[in-house]
């Protein structure tokens, strides 16, 4: 059944366009009112197969589950705020034990924040405290926010910078995006040669290897296009950070939160991080975010760093539920997780194989990319018929986003049902052979 769009959606989105600065708003018009499971409906009463977990957001279903708003609204009735970094309080520090469960052995302290990106600029200050250097090293494509510190880091998209610098004591290298190689070579005969820029060139020509705190990455780039570097890639990162004496940041913002299988997608990669962010789905709907560290790397001076909001107590309660529900589902979600993955992967690739416009398919579990081209040959981004394949979902009922120059980016709930990936993936074939016709 075709999505209807009516005089409600369009009086909201005029007024909205009166009042609110912009933002990043996609191109076609929804605007949600309720959801539950895979599903979630427009204020027109339009239902959706929900295909983007709201940025990574809602990683067991649209609106969480009762569990998690049940939590929440439990805690409103007692307190909501506590002013954490100010006074004690029992809730989350008992979220903080648990969640250091989840980690990789060794790791032992975490700071609560709001925000993906509030959560890499404590990462930013903590490397700077731990190692008493002042320069960090990121990857070209990647996304680590918005506020100064972050979007520093931040090599995504030109707008997202454009106005907002200097952006002092950051160096960029190139990310392995093998599809678009930035050194021109071929996989794997390459010998990984992106990673050693920062050896060869970085540390001869910008920056004294001890001056560099630490190496940032996201071991999936997410607005960069979803990109997955070789394992051997990351391998060479993390020793390169250990032969300089920097840490090794992980941006598991997006990819973290068994997104991939994996609690945490550096698993994927066989190495371990020093310093880790998550937020998006960690609070389960709500705003809530951490940085965990390394125990050995020990404390920061009192006073060097704190906020007002982190460790809220209405957020944390939702965050303890939900990550209660992966304790005790998480064999059987990373079993699902994988089923899921290896039927999306197959008919993507099909599609690939199909259709002219489809250029790559890749990911880990279940974040996915499927990247769209002019000519397979050229690889000429086609980001105009991205912006049409979209539109089309949106309009036959699925929920789609963006992301790098030309890619779809597919993040549905990780219990989602099959039948609904079925169906949404029916959906976006149409879409693509639609357009690919022209």
């Not at 910008?206 to 979803?226: D, L, S, T």
């Not at 125990?295 to 704190?306: C, D, E, F, M, V």
């Amino acid at each position: 059944m075709a999505v209807k769009i009516g005089d409600k959606t369009r009086s909201v989105i005029k007024r909205d366009s009166k009042v609110m600065i912009n933002t990043t708003r996609e191109s076609y018009p929804f605007v949600p009112d309720r959801g539950d499971g895979d599903f979630v409906y427009d204020i027109e009463g339009n239902r959706f197969i929900d295909f983007s977990t709201f940025i990574s957001v809602y990683n067991i279903g649209v609106n969480a589950n009762k569990e998690v708003r049940d939590a929440a609204k439990k805690q409103i009735d007692l307190l909501m705020h506590s002013a954490f970094t100010d006074y004690y309080n029992e809730k989350p520090v008992a979220f903080a034990e648990k969640l250091i469960s989840f980690m990789p052995k060794g790791f032992g302290r975490v700071f609560f924040s709001n925000s993906g990106t509030e959560a890499n600029e404590a990462a930013i200050k903590f490397a700077k405290l731990f190692t008493d250097r002042s320069h960090i090293i990121a990857f070209y494509g990647a996304f680590h926010g918005r506020t100064g510190g972050s979007l520093g880091l931040t090599a995504s998209k030109a707008i997202q910078r454009k106005h907002f610098g200097p952006f002092p004591n950051v160096t960029h290298a190139p990310y392995a995006y093998c599809y678009r190689c930035p050194l021109k070579l071929e996989y794997p005969s390459c010998g990984i040669a992106c990673a050693d820029v920062i050896k060869k060139e970085i540390l001869s020509k910008a920056v004294p290897e001890n001056e560099v705190a630490a190496i940032f990455m996201e071991p999936i780039q997410g607005e960069g296009g979803y990109i997955v570097p070789p394992k051997e890639f990351v391998k060479k990162i993390r020793k390169t950070a250990d032969d300089i004496g920097a840490l090794l940041v992980a941006d598991e913002v997006q990819s973290g939160y068994m997104r991939t299988g994996k609690f945490l997608a550096m698993e994927n990669f066989g190495v371990d991080a020093d310093i880790y962010t998550m937020a998006k789905s960690l609070g389960g709907g709500l705003p809530f975010a951490a940085t965990v560290t390394r125990s050995s790397l020990g404390n920061i001076p009192k006073g060097a760093h704190a906020n007002t909001f982190g460790g809220n107590l209405v957020a944390v309660a939702a965050a303890n539920a939900s990550l209660e529900y992966l304790r005790r589902n998480m064999k059987g979600l990373a079993s699902g997780i994988m089923k899921r993955s290896s039927y999306m992967m197959r008919r993507l690739n099909e599609m690939k194989d199909k259709y002219d416009i489809v250029g790559d398919v890749r990911g880990i579990g279940l974040m996915i990319g499927v990247e769209f081209v002019k000519d397979k040959k050229t690889k000429e981004p086609a980001a105009e018929q991205v912006e049409k394949i979209l539109l089309e979902c949106f309009n036959k009922g699925l929920l789609l986003l963006p992301s790098g120059m030309s890619t779809i980016r597919i993040i549905p709930a990780l219990n989602a049902g099959m039948d609904n990936i079925e169906k949404g993936l029916d959906i976006f074939e149409e879409a693509v052979a639609k357009i690919s016709r022209g």
